[in-house]
């Protein structure tokens, strides 16, 4: 009896997935789901990518926590639409989560929508949230390894924000083995390094938004 359910429940949530991605795709939408262990920094990034952006930019975040509206907090003082999902336990978003919290939202006329999902490696990989394009993000202090160990998250993304490089000087880490790594389980993904703290690299991942749009 378990097999069928779970069936059902990815059936439901593909349903609803493609019903946003022809929706974002008519209004000339660009969805992208951020996707991370806990704290690589993709608050941090979106953070550092609306303090860059034209206040006329039509641009919005939905963010996706266990607990707490934080995410969402650091997130409004840019000025732009912010809403935070609090899924109460799921330790992912789903393309419900995001079709329920996008009501009464401008969402047509959208020119970007971000989507931050739960800090969690491993279970938003299964959820289509209807996004145009996936961003996985790795800190240097996580590790090489994080592409082979968790090989469908990196595998179903289009981008790997290599983040956190300011502590390079501080921690073990190889960057050429993390891009080989994700070059293993995703040979096409395009590898880029940033410092949300130090700004280096964030031309290149603004040019990488700019490139989708
Ligand atoms: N040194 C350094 N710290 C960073 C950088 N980017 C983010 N941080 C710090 O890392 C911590 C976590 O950053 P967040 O942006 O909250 O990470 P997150 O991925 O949104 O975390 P969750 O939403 O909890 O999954 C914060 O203390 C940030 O200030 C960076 O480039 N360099
Ligand atoms: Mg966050």
């Given at each position: 009896?378990?097999?069928?359910?779970?069936?059902k429940v990815l059936n439901e949530n593909d349903r609803i997935a493609a019903t946003l991605r022809e929706r974002f795709q008519r209004n000339g939408t660009f969805c992208l789901n951020l996707i991370s262990s806990p704290g690589s920094g993709k608050t941090a990034l979106l953070e550092r990518t609306l303090?860059?952006?034209?206040?006329?930019?039509?641009?919005?975040?939905?963010?996706?926590d266990i607990q707490t509206d934080n995410?969402?907090?650091?997130?409004?003082?840019?000025?732009?639409?912010?809403?935070?999902?609090?899924?109460?336990?799921?330790?992912?978003?789903?393309a419900r989560m995001v079709e329920r919290h996008l009501t009464d939202w401008p969402v047509d006329e959208l020119e970007i929508l971000f989507l931050e999902n739960v800090g969690n490696l491993v279970c938003p990989t299964s959820y289509d949230l209807g996004e145009e394009a996936r961003a996985v993000l790795l800190s240097v202090t996580e590790g090489e390894d994080k592409p082979l160990k968790y090989p469908a998250t990196f595998h179903h993304a289009d981008l790997m924000?290599?983040?956190?490089?300011?502590?390079?000087?501080?921690?073990?880490?190889?960057?050429?083995?993390?891009?080989?790594?994700?070059?293993?389980?995703?040979?096409?993904?395009?590898?880029?390094?940033?410092?949300?703290?130090?700004?280096?690299?964030?031309?290149?991942?603004?040019?990488?938004?700019?490139?989708h749009l």
């Open positions: 009896m378990r097999v069928p359910l779970e069936r303090a860059g952006f034209d206040a006329a930019r039509r641009v919005a975040v939905l963010t996706g995410d969402a907090r650091r997130l409004a003082r840019y000025g732009f639409p912010v809403r935070q999902i609090t899924t109460g336990g799921a330790c992912h978003l789903d924000v290599l983040n956190k490089i300011d502590l390079l000087p501080y921690v073990p880490f190889s960057m050429e083995l993390a891009r080989e790594n994700a070059r293993r389980v995703q040979p096409e993904i395009e590898i880029l390094e940033v410092s949300c703290t130090s700004g280096e690299g964030l031309e290149r991942w603004n040019d990488w938004i700019e490139r």
